[in-house]
């Protein structure tokens, strides 16, 4: 399974980015996905998940301003965030999981600006 993310960039405290994880090599319609960031020196951070059933989760750092979504035909993951604050600078992470295999992405940067 191969994931690219993409759609980080840097914007200023209230504004908004749409990341997008796409996915190939596999059925995507079975694959639980996921959000994670990290910023170094610390672990990474879940921040939202997709079930292959469409159930979502999120951290509750998170909860109000970012929307998790998938699109099965365009074998995509996306990530919505809105009032976006100099907390949320890391580095995010798509993740893929099907039965007992976990696969990442490369990483795309979102940076804040106060």
């Known amino acids: 399974v191969q994931l690219q993310a993409s759609g980080g960039g840097s914007v200023q405290t209230g504004g908004s980015l749409r990341l997008s994880c796409t996915a190939s090599g596999t059925y995507f319609n079975d694959l639980n996905m996921a959000w994670y960031r990290q910023v170094p020196g610390n672990q990474r951070e879940l921040v939202a998940t997709?079930?292959?059933?469409?159930?979502?989760t999120y951290t509750d750092s998170v909860k109000g301003r970012f929307t998790i979504s998938r699109d099965n035909p365009r074998e995509s993951m996306f990530l919505q965030m809105d009032s976006l604050i100099p907390e949320d600078t890391a580095t995010y992470f798509c993740r893929a999981r099907v039965l007992a295999n976990t696969y990442w992405g490369r990483g795309t940067q979102v940076t804040v600006s106060s």
């Open positions: 997709i079930a292959s059933d469409g159930r979502t």
